[in-house]
């Protein structure tokens, strides 16, 4: 497990991460979202050793991570650096080398990785012939060389194609499937909620919100979509109801945290026919807007 508590960086006068506190487990993805600017690369640059914390804690396995832990983890930066005139295979055999792998053990691991990344035909070839979609699966095979421990990806799925994104996805599962804690970032919300076990979500600097999907999905007061028919104006004057906007075939109702929604839904049916009475949930892109608006 990677921790992070109260994490600190300034850049001169200006905070750019402030009092950071999370986890990543083991066996789980853990999506990191918040907009540019918001201390995403910089906490991932922290943990990873590119930068030095100015207050907090860095654990991992319980203590300090040490720069020897940090060898074990696999890590794809916002900025790519591969080298553009090497081919494709000689360039992520000599990084496995670095990592302490032999020269057999890596090309054979490294060939059926580039055969799931869809990147077998292109492993003569020089990186800078490639398409930037596929430079970036390159620098994917880079992060995941060898076994490592902890996966720390900054935007892994930025320039994909829809099947690269799916071939990405399955294989992210199955690092965390085997154990390994992945923390990733990304901008696109629909994926993150998708994938996800756990979110955390920055603003300016600072976690506004975490934990799994359905728990920010349920943090704020329930709501409740309700058909009768006709304007249900009635629903504003039930107990528990907190607010209710009326609308042409019922009325959308928001109720107090601890009102059983039974006793709305009893005074709809004493009032007539009741067409529908329907929770509504939040999607992940609705509370990150809300989350990160002030």
């Known amino acids: 497990m990677l921790e992070l508590e109260e994490l600190v960086r300034d850049f001169g006068s200006h905070r750019a991460v402030s009092q950071v506190s999370f986890r990543v487990s083991g066996g789980r993805l853990t999506g990191f979202v918040g907009s540019n600017g918001a201390g995403k690369t910089t906490t991932m640059r922290m943990i990873m050793g590119v930068l030095a914390a100015h207050g907090g804690d860095i654990r991992w396995e319980g203590a300090p991570v040490t720069a020897a832990d940090r060898r074990n983890f696999g890590y794809m930066p916002e900025e790519r650096g591969l080298y553009p005139k090497q081919t494709v295979l000689s360039q992520l055999l000599y990084l496995a080398r ?127 979509q309700l058909v009768t028919g006709a304007p249900a104006h009635w629903a504003r004057t039930v107990p528990g109801v907190t607010d209710a906007e009326v609308l042409p075939d019922g009325a959308r109702v928001e109720l107090a945290a601890d009102t059983d929604p039974g006793a709305l839904l009893a005074e709809a049916l004493r009032r007539g026919a009741v067409y529908a009475f329907t929770p509504l949930v939040p999607s992940i892109a609705d509370v990150y807007r809300e989350m990160t608006s002030a």
């Not at 990147?119 to 994917?140: M, P």
């Not at 799916?166 to 199955?174: Q, S, V």
């Open 98 to 224: 670095l990592r302490g792998q032999s020269t057999a053990d890596a090309r054979r691991h490294l060939l059926e990785l580039l055969e799931r990344l869809g990147l077998a035909e292109k492993s003569q070839s020089r990186l800078e012939s490639l398409s930037l979609g596929n430079q970036q699966r390159v620098q994917i095979a880079a992060a995941l060389l060898g076994s490592p421990e902890l996966l720390v990806l900054d935007e892994p799925f930025s320039g994909l194609d829809p099947h690269a994104v799916d071939t990405m996805a399955e294989l992210l599962r199955e690092y965390a499937d085997a154990g390994i804690p992945v923390l990733f970032s990304s901008h696109q919300l629909d994926l993150v909620e998708r994938l996800c076990d756990d979110l955390v979500i920055m603003a300016t600097g600072c976690v506004v919100a975490k934990g799994t999907a359905d728990e920010l999905r349920h943090r704020d007061k329930p709501r409740y």
